[in-house]
């Protein structure tokens, strides 16, 4: 079988394409684009329906017959781990009458049945079982739909497209060395949390992607360093020691990723590629281990077979939806998911080496505890945005210097619609 496009609604019109026509560059964009179920549709189809999405982690599917289900926007998916050790995906509709064929988290199978009139599937999508159909019956003919599916270092992505991106294959080779050393193809899932955010998706990730609001993160500032996206010429004077220890410890840890031999330079390529991405490996304050209030190891046991925990934070931005911190003793991914135009799912796992044991090697609450607080912090900050937005006396206003990321979030997402609407203009 060869991944079928996904049957996406066509979207688009003068009113939304004008008003993609006329974004102004570093500026935050026009209510609609948060608030209007025409422009939600058209995030669906240009960007969900058509980008590599995260959606899980290896450690999600360890062995064969794991599965898990996943939704993006209208679309129900279903990844599984086949009888050889690959991992599948499909769209999670029976073909019989188009019943939800698993519904869960996760969970194990030998095979995949229906639960309405027990079609019965194959790891493999293939139709094993049709019962009570006619002589002659083709079961060759209605296999599951499958989606094309990778893993890049242990991470899931999935996507919708007759044709992904061309460039995801280069991107998972740049980013790949970075996280191979950590192990997390081999990990185990500690914890995972799924929290729904009253705010459009793009809100969420526009709020990762600056410091401008960090003060209002007092765990998270306790060892991530406030003067992220600032530079020498932008830095305020009340960060400068912030900085002066950043400088520091930095100086410190590149030192052992030389030694270690872990490739740590910044990659940064967010809007001018369709498979925008960033990664770096930075220092962390404090002890320089781990997102706790000390700086010190959450995890006893360490990722992969690295010697030491001190090694700050390795962090990767993919776009259009998700964000990894990797340490040396934890991993936490966040995947975006849109829900509804003011409606968001983040959905948060953290991951730990395969044998660490829970209440010996970790306690969850001290391994989650920061993270926890930052996302029901930033939920709140998302929601005031988009109750902001949606009144009518908001216009677009300027970004700072330090929220430069932001600008190239939104830079890429309009170039998406673009793509996508000149894609539906009719052809003579």
């Known amino acids: 079988m060869t991944p079928q496009e996904a049957t996406a609604p066509r979207t688009g019109s003068t009113r939304t394409a004008e008003a993609v026509a006329r974004r102004a560059a570093g500026h935050s964009l026009e209510g609609p684009f948060y608030t209007d179920p025409d422009f939600y549709d058209l995030d669906l189809a240009a960007v969900f329906a058509r980008q590599w999405i995260f959606v899980a982690v290896d450690a999600e599917l360890p062995e064969p017959g794991d599965r898990t289900t996943v939704d993006i926007g209208p679309y129900a998916l279903l990844l599984v781990r086949d009888d050889q050790g690959d991992l599948r995906a499909f769209h999670n509709v029976c073909r019989h009458r188009g019943a939800r064929l698993l519904d869960g988290d996760g969970g194990t199978t030998g095979n995949l049945v229906c639960g309405y009139h027990k079609w019965t599937y194959r790891t493999d999508g293939s139709l094993l ?27 899931v992505f999935v996507c919708l497209a007759a044709q992904p991106p061309a460039d995801f294959p280069e991107v998972a080779a740049r980013i790949e060395p970075y996280l191979l050393p950590h192990g997390l193809r081999r990990a185990k899932v500690a914890a995972r949390t799924d929290l729904v955010e009253e705010g459009n998706w793009k809100l969420v990730m526009e709020n990762n992607r600056e410091c401008y609001h960090c003060d209002g993160h007092p765990e998270l500032l ?136 829970e209440g010996v090697d970790y306690d969850p609450g001290t391994l989650m505890s920061v993270w926890t607080a930052t996302n029901a912090q930033d939920a709140r900050l998302v929601a005031r ?19 430069y990321q932001v600008e190239a979030f939104c830079s890429w997402y309009i170039a998406r619609l673009r793509a996508e609407l000149h894609r539906e203009e009719p052809h003579p």
Do not use: M
């Open 129 to 155: 079982h049709a019962p009570s159909q006619p002589d002659g019956f083709d079961r060759g003919r209605y296999g599951l739909k499958p989606v094309h599916v990778r893993s890049v270092g242990g991470l």
């Open 222 to 357: 306790r060892t991530f360093f406030p003067t992220y996206g600032y530079t020498e010429e932008n830095l305020p004077a009340r960060l400068r020691p912030a900085h002066e220890r950043r400088l520091r410890a930095e100086a410190e840890v590149h030192a052992t990723y030389e030694r270690l031999g872990l490739p740590y330079a910044l990659i940064e390529e967010l809007d001018d590629r369709v498979t925008g991405f960033r990664i770096q490996r930075a220092a962390l304050d404090l002890a320089g281990e781990s997102f706790t209030p000390d700086g010190r190891a959450a995890c006893r046991r360490l990722l992969g077979d690295l010697p030491t925990p001190r090694l700050g934070h390795l962090a990767l931005h993919l776009q259009p939806n998700s964000w990894f911190h990797v340490l040396g003793d934890h991993a936490i991914t966040f995947s975006v998911l849109p829900l509804a135009p003011d409606r968001t799912l983040l959905r948060t796992t953290w991951l730990v080496h395969p044998q660490a044991e």
């Open 385 to 403: 945005a988009q109750r902001g937005v949606a009144g009518p006396a908001y216009e677009p206003g300027p970004y700072a210097p330090s929220e």
